[in-house]
Nanobody, 128 residues
Framework: QVQLVESGGGLVQAGASLRLSCAASGRTFSSYAMGWFRQAPGKEREFVAALNWNGGSVYYGDYADSVKGRFLISRDNAKNTVYLQMNSLKPEDTAVYYC??????????????????WGQGTQVTVST
């Protein structure tokens, strides 16, 4: 069992930066590929980014264009933590951001269908 706790969300103005953190419990953090999803009001949850067990492979999926160059996912296995650095935030980035662990260390491209654990989410609100 792995518990995921997100933090770092908040209310910021457009153009600002935020760094989200997701702390995982347990001693097997490096056994999981990790990722971030988001859910805007009235919309379905969507994939943002994921990376493999050691952070050497990163995937931004179909939403690469919307976050490319602005969002950066990383992890620190010594701290059992995955991060999402978000720069040049836009109002359309407003959403609840969720951390997720995939079922395997290399399932970063399959995390959408192979999600093992979810965090509770952290709210990010970007004002104009």
């Amino acid at each position: 069992q792995v518990q995921l706790v997100e933090s770092g969300g908040g209310l910021v103005q457009a153009g600002a930066s935020l760094r989200l953190s997701c702390a995982a419990s347990g001693r097997t953090f490096s056994s999981y590929a990790m990722g971030w999803f988001r859910q805007a009001p009235g919309k379905e949850r969507e994939f943002v980014a994921a990376l493999n067990w050691n952070g050497g492979s990163v995937y931004y999926g179909d939403y690469a264009d919307s976050v490319k160059g602005r969002f950066l996912i990383s992890r620190d296995n010594a701290k059992n933590t995955v991060y999402l650095q978000m720069n040049s935030l836009k109002p359309e980035d407003t959403a609840v951001y969720y951390c997720a662990a995939a079922r395997g260390p290399s399932y970063y491209k399959r995390i959408t269908t192979e999600t093992a654990y979810w965090g509770q989410g952290t709210q990010v609100t970007v004002s104009t």
